[in-house]
């Protein structure tokens, strides 16, 4: 059974010249582990955002929705930011 699938795939030139190079560098053994690497980082990422919205998002909404929390409006937060910058750099 194969466990590989080969296939084509096109790039802007810019990219093609940074996949290269990273190649050239020694960094990577091949065009396809270069791929295969940006793969994972983009799957990892998904899965990342994906825990976030199960763990924090729908729990939080869930709450919002049930009355069992507030919501804040934009200007709110945009007052609490504000607020917050002016603290850290010291700037009143």
Known sequence: MRTKQQISITL???MAAQLKAKVASGEYASESEVIREGLRALLARDQAAEKWLQ???VPSWNALENGE???VSGKEIRARLI???KRATGTF
Do not use: F, L
């Open 12 to 14: 802007p030139n810019e």
């Open 69 to 71: 929390s507030e919501g």
């Open 83 to 85: 607020a917050e910058h």
């Open 55 to 57: 763990e924090q998002v």
